[in-house]
């Protein structure tokens, strides 16, 4: 497998929320990343991937709530979101894809 093949397999999708809007303002980018990734493979996608320079990534996992699904009660998965912070000078465009 290429190494970018195994970037796509680290970075799941980009997250667009107001919390995240508001975080690119301080020039962080929010991604959903899989759950077994950590910090420097995070890093290395990004770089990898998008060709910026990264200053720091924080990670929080979402544990899944409990909804119904059609009357039944079923469960979300649990998702782990990384915010990827840019070094100066550094932009990521995620509304134009890959």
């Not at 107001?18 to 899989?34: L, N, P, R, Y």
């Not at 990898?48 to 320079?53: A, D, I, Q, T, Y």
């Amino acid at each position: 497998m290429s190494a970018k093949a195994e970037h796509y397999d680290v970075i799941r999708k980009p997250i667009i929320t107001e919390k995240a809007t508001m975080a690119s303002d301080a020039g962080a980018v929010v991604f959903e990343v899989a759950m077994d990734s950590n910090k420097p493979q995070i890093k290395a996608a990004v770089e990898g991937l998008f060709g910026v320079k990264v200053k720091a990534v924080n990670t929080t996992i979402t544990k899944g709530k409990v909804k119904k699904f059609r009357g039944q009660p079923g469960r979300r998965k649990d998702v782990k979101k990384a915010y990827v912070t840019l070094e100066e000078g550094n932009t990521i465009d995620v509304t134009t894809g890959l």
